[in-house]
């Protein structure tokens, strides 16, 4: 009897150790994507804020008139000295949205204040723009830092060439939640540079395209910091929300690289994150 007693506890014993012994060899897979999110959404609203500055100090006063721009009839825009003094630099522009939402012609709100200092005149090389934000939102989202944009002149391609700089770069979502980033991109203006929403139209800012290069870090909304290398240059067209192609690596702290592809040229917000060999489709921003 005690024979069997023993050899019943034995298996009851050896059947709780292979249980316990598989419970720990559950495999946990690494699938989040909020620090994807988070930095592609950093990357549009700072892109958005860049877009506005340059087709206002592009306009070099040729308007004269309010509710001429395509970032919104309620806009206005003014600098100090006025754009008929050609020696006094540097000049300080203001773009001002009110207080309530300023709809764009292609549908982006945005409210609040630009402030852009400006050393020349923007296509002029060695010319630097830098834009501080006041109470600034764009669709509700809080953005801060400072955007400074330098003329590097015509590349080897024969393309101007503008490095893209953003310092104490911050967003506050509409739950209050926020994130942080910074960036050094070089910007190179591949098509559309020959023509303005004043020549053309708002076709004359749909067919600017950038070629975006450089790298970027930030936390992302739960507190993890990440960095980011673009490795093929991501395509930027003025008037799609999105990037349309190009890929970047980016390492959240402690995870592994989570690879984003933006696509083949399709306007629209579908990536790709790949990370440890898998796939994953996301909605960007």
Do not use: H
Not at 92 to 105: A, E, K, L, P, Q
Not at 194 to 209: H, K
């Amino acid at each position: 009897m005690k024979n069997i007693k023993l050899i019943t506890l034995l298996f009851i014993s050896l059947y709780f150790m292979i249980s316990s012994c598989k419970k720990d060899e559950t495999v946990v897979i690494d699938s989040s994507t909020t620090s994807c999110k988070d930095n592609s959404t950093a990357e549009n609203l700072f892109a958005d804020m860049k877009n506005v500055v340059e087709e206002a100090v592009s306009d070099e006063g040729q308007s004269n008139k309010t509710g001429t721009y395509s970032f919104g009839a309620c806009a206005t825009v003014s600098i100090t000295p006025a754009w008929i003094d050609t020696l006094t630099w540097p000049k300080v522009m203001t773009i001002d949205f009110g207080t309530t939402n300023c709809t764009s012609v292609y549908g982006i709100n945005r409210r609040g204040k630009l402030i852009i200092t400006i050393t020349d005149r923007y296509r002029n090389t060695g010319s630097v723009l830098t834009v501080q934000p006041q109470d600034y939102y764009i669709n509700d989202i809080k953005v801060e830092g400072t955007i400074t944009i330098t003329n590097n002149g015509l590349n080897a391609n024969n393309n101007l060439e503008f490095t893209v700089d953003v310092v104490n770069g911050k967003l506050t979502y509409t739950d209050l939640s926020v994130t942080t980033w910074i960036s050094t991109r070089t910007n190179e203006w591949i098509e559309g540079d020959s023509t303005t929403y004043f020549s053309n139209g708002l076709a004359g800012i749909c067919d600017d395209v950038y070629l975006i290069t450089g790298t970027a870090s930030g936390v992302n909304r739960n507190g993890l910091a990440y960095s980011v290398s673009i490795t093929s240059p991501l395509r930027k067209e003025i008037c799609c929300r999105w990037v349309v192609s190009g890929t970047l690596d980016l390492i959240p702290s402690g995870l592994a690289t989570r690879t984003v592809d933006f696509g083949s040229g399709t306007c629209d917000g579908n990536a790709t994150v790949t990370i440890n060999g898998n796939v994953f489709n996301v909605i960007m921003y």
